[in-house]
């Protein structure tokens, strides 16, 4: 006889002997035993989790002449006839090549027999959202009103791709992955069935490969089973392919070492066994995604057990942030390598670079050099800004809900010197101010909108702005926007001016520190602050405050009845 | 509810000899046909009584031919699905010659006569045949409208209004399959699986059998049985973000990713981030949950009240650049600038950094 496939010869055969899905054993079976199954069926999920099997299981059920409370006796002629495929009444329809409306009609005027021999129809429409728009629709008809004695079991991967009308006509079940435990039981059991020797290491590594697929698994089981008793997890990395994974280890180590010459001499060794530099940083890429899923959210890698030991190191010494910002030197050397002529300086570069900038900052910035496409590429503004995110404030850096610094000495001594000229002259070329940073960058000009300049004092250019707006403030220490203000101050005035946000009580408690005939806070305030705020303000108690900002602020006068 | 009305009907065996159905709860007008046909099957199991017609492309002559034929052995039941003739504005359709586009000028007087016959039809029905309109719209001040209701009955199915009537209509689902469920679980199923009262009926029917002999239908069960809807998921997500419990986050993101298509997936996180955003900045000016509804555009009420609430966990300052970091990444996954998945993952670790911070 030909040789079965593992996964075909171990496929269930009844509920008890599936593999996870628990959820959706109590259901059928109950609604076995009190009769009522549902006229259509919906089963999704990822690819080898049972879907077709319990859809086979069910059939055999529902048509079985010597049912054993819910499960088929696999005996009896329908079920061996369902087991062979034989079966007249359990149609198992491929929609992925019967998409079209032709086939459903087809389908729908045949639905209407009665059964032949079993006392149920089945239709078993496999990948059915492969089916054409208006044959769902045609489907749906039979669904709305299915003759007795017929039972659809759609099953599909991709569930998200079938209409809403339909699935509020079907009950819909979701498979789920199988825990890697459960497959690696199985695969033992389907082992010390067949008598073969296989270590228990190699059996992880498969499950934990397979991903929640049971079929993977026992395809990875099938292929090992082909060598020599014993079999260890060696034969399995050969299998899958997993030799790259000890080798990223390898680089990984160099990275954190921060050994120039070892990661080179890694790649050296890596080309010379004939591998692709791109392979190379990919792999290196997923490897360091694995630890950043576990540093970030404690995923177990899906490794084999050493390699994960040692990723788990890795990973804990090298930390999050060293992890971010590695994959993001991949990410955009991966998008280089795409078209660089010589791929493998492209990749010492990016090797290099991982290392430099672990301890030393951006390379780009302080070298003042930059790679091919990586002045303007998106990829490059985006890894500054990851690396922008990730810094840790600095202590200048103003708080973004909390109270605002107080303002140092430095800004009282500038205050003093203020330039009165200056000062009207910049409100003079505000407007022209705000139109240049409009074509610089409008984001920027929407927010510059609700500030107003108050003063110029030395180099420092006080830009005030009302209390609630402490949002827009920190706007402006954000270099990307105030760099942008400045030199379009520089262009209008022609003197370079450092911008410095306050809010205005900010702005009023400053110039209330030294007194000056310059400053006008009680103009400022009366420009951006109305009677309402002016009263907050005067509110110390932080109860209030509490209160205003959980219920809003309303001015009301309470009078006393005589 | 309409679907009681009917029952009654059926029970009373007084049915209209027109009825019109219209409203957006297509599942349950489904429903109430079943009933329709079954009780005109039981008195003819043929079936031969039962004629439908559809929408497009209906000739009204035919409609009221058929209706005025009598049934050899019981009563007729003709149906016309998704009647056309309520999808046009009150001023084109009642034949204001001024307005009419000259273009349309055929069709619509074409319509105008169908709609001439069908008033003159409810003038005078055939006692023995019940006439079904079923449409997704009416308008109340067209003749037709009122012709329909002085000659049969006039139903709408629409969906529950507010929070309390969906958790009411679920519990009498419940009850209807001899179970219980409290407000608060029946709440949870809600949100977990949608406001769609079929989704919500083949859900019912999976934790019924699910729990077997036992009572009252319980919280875990819903986790173990029912399909989260992606917004549940993705909510799930955003809830783990902001609670800082990235494992929880990545998991669901994984969830959300492996059923929808990435950008899509991206696209949902921008728009949340953006209500909230809305919302927050708006509980801080005091203003109300009908404003910020006004302003989101949002129109279901419990998702207004749902983004006002979650608002209040972030400050307006995060969320901002929760938002720049989107667009960093989106630049970056419409650049193919590497693996979408990873991209959303580092997106989604460094917003659980900050929420962290």
């Known amino acids: ?62 048509n079985c002449e010597a049912r054993e409370d819910a499960e088929p006796c696999n005996k009896c002629a329908s079920c061996r006839e369902i087991d062979q495929g034989l079966a007249l009444d359990v149609l198992e329809i491929d929609a992925a090549s019967n998409r079209g409306i032709d086939e459903i009609r087809n389908l729908r005027d045949r639905v209407k027999l009665a059964p032949s021999g079993g006392k149920y129809k089945v239709y078993i429409i ?22 007795a004695n017929v039972v659809f079991i759609l099953a599909t991967t991709e569930a998200h791709k079938v209409p809403l009308t339909i699935l509020s006509r079907v009950q819909r079940f979701e498979f789920h992955r199988i825990s890697a435990p459960d497959i690696a039981l199985r695969l033992k059991e389907v082992c ?13 590594v498969i499950a934990l490969k397979a991903e929640g697929g049971l079929r993977d698994a026992l395809s990875v089981l099938d292929q090992c089973l082909l060598q020599e008793d014993p079999i260890r997890a060696e034969h399995v990395y050969q299998i899958i392919g997993m030799v790259g994974e000890s080798y990223s280890a390898d680089l990984t180590d160099a990275l954190l070492e921060e050994d120039y010459g070892l990661a080179l001499a890694k790649l050296e060794e890596g080309v010379a066994l004939g591998r692709d530099p791109r392979q190379i940083i990919k792999d290196l890429q997923d490897y360091l995604r694995q630890g950043l899923l576990y540093t970030a959210g404690g995923q177990k890698p899906l490794l084999s057990p050493e390699i994960s030991s040692r990723l788990i190191a890795q990973s804990e ?12 030197i991949l990410l955009k050397g991966e998008n280089e390598l795409r078209f660089a002529a010589n791929a493998r300086l492209a990749a010492e570069m990016i090797l290099i670079q991982a290392i430099y900038e672990q301890d030393k900052g951006p390379l780009l910035d302080q070298a003042g050099i930059s790679l091919p496409g990586q002045t303007f590429s998106p990829k490059a503004r985006e890894g500054k800004a990851h690396l922008l995110a990730e810094r840790k404030p600095k202590p200048s850096d103003v708080k973004p809900d ?8 430095k800004r009282e001594e500038a205050l003093k010197s203020s330039d009165s000229d200056l000062t009207s002259l910049l409100k003079a070329k505000w407007p022209e101010i705000l139109e240049g940073v409009k074509k610089g960058k409008k984001s920027t000009h929407a927010f510059l909108l609700e500030g107003t300049p108050a003063q110029v004092a030395g180099e420092l250019l006080y830009l005030v702005f009302k209390d609630q707006y402490s949002f827009h403030r920190d706007k402006f220490t954000q270099p990307e926007n105030k760099d942008i203000v400045e030199k379009v101050i520089e262009r209008c005035l022609g003197k370079k001016l450092k911008l410095t946000p306050l809010l205005n009580k900010e702005f009023k408690e400053l110039a209330a520190n030294f007194n000056s005939g310059d400053v006008e806070p009680e103009k400022a305030s009366a420009e951006n602050g109305d009677l309402l705020n002016t009263k907050l303000r005067e509110c110390e108690d932080s109860c209030v405050q509490q209160a205003v900002e959980l219920f809003g602020a309303e001015l009301v006068e309470v009078k006393e009845e005589t | 509810m309409s679907l009681e009305i009917i029952k009654k009907d059926l029970a009373s065996n007084q049915i209209p000899p027109v009825y019109l159905w219209y409203g957006e709860d297509r599942y349950s007008i489904a429903e109430a046909l079943k009933l329709l046909k079954d009780y005109i099957r039981a008195e003819d199991p043929s079936g031969s009584g039962i004629e439908v017609f559809s929408g497009e492309g209906l000739v009204a002559a035919k409609v009221i031919e058929a209706a005025y034929t009598s049934s050899f052995f019981a009563r007729r039941l003709v149906i016309v699905d998704d009647l056309p003739y309520f999808k046009k504005d009150k001023a084109q359709a009642d034949g204001n010659e001024e307005e009419e586009p ?9 319509e105008n006569e169908d709609v001439e016959a069908f008033l003159a039809y409810c003038e005078n029905p055939n006692p023995a045949t019940c006439l079904l309109l079923i449409s997704e719209k009416v308008n109340k001040g067209r003749k037709l409208y009122k012709a329909i209701a002085k000659a049969g009955k006039v139903l709408q199915f629409s969906y529950p209004d507010t929070h309390s009537e969906w958790i009411k209509w679920i519990q009498k689902e419940v009850e209807s399959r001899g179970k219980k469920v409290n407000s608060r679980t029946a709440s949870f199923l809600l949100e977990w699986a949608g406001h769609h009262t079929g989704i919500l009926n083949r859900e019912l029917d999976k934790l019924v059998l699910y729990i077997g002999a036992r009572q009252e239908i319980r919280q875990e069960d819903i986790e173990a049985v029912c399909v989260p809807l992606i917004e549940t998921t993705i909510f799930t997500m955003l809830d783990a973000i902001a609670a800082g ?10 969830e959300v990713l492996s059923q929808e298509y990435h950008l899509k997936v991206y696209a949902m996180i921008v728009r949340q981030i953006r209500l909230l955003l809305a919302a927050s900045i708006l509980r801080r000016r005091g203003e109300t949950v009908e404003e ?23 400050a307006p300052q995060n969320l901002a650049e929760a938002l720049e970091d989107c667009l960093e990444t989106e630049i970056a996954l419409k650049n193919s600038g590497g693996n979408p998945h990873l991209l959303l993952e580092m997106m989604v670790i460094r917003f659980c950094q900050k929420s962290s911070l």
């Open chain 2, 245 to 254: 419990k990235t494992g929880v986050a990545l998991q669901k993101l994984k």
């Open chain 1, 317 to 328: 010494r090298a930390g999050l942030k060293k992890l971010l910002s590695w994959i993001n």
């Open chain 1, 192 to 204: 010390l069935a067949l008598g073969r020797e296989v270590e228990e290491k190699a059996l992880q």
């Open chain 2, 292 to 314: 910020f509804m006004k302003v989101a555009g949002i129109k279901k009420i419990f998702e207004g009240n749902k983004i006002y609430r979650q608002a209040a966990h972030f």
């Open chain 2, 102 to 110: 000259e273009a349309d000028s055929a069709s619509t007087g074409k």
């Open chain 1, 402 to 409: 909390g109270p605002p610094a107080k303002p140092g000495v």
């Open chain 1, 126 to 147: 496999d990948e059915v959202h492969m089916l054409t728009p208006e044959a769902f629709n045609a489907l749906l008809k039979t669904l709305e009103e299915p003759p």
């Open chain 1, 1 to 62: 006889m030909a040789y079965l496939a593992l996964y075909r010869e171990w496929r269930p055969k009844t509920f008890r002997e599936m593999v996870g899905q628990d959820h959706v054993r109590t259901i059928l079976v109950n609604a076995l035993r009190q009769n009522k199954v549902a006229h259509a069926y919906l089963f999704s999920g990822p690819r080898g989790t049972g879907k077709t099997t319990t859809a086979k299981i069910l059939a055999k059920a529902l």
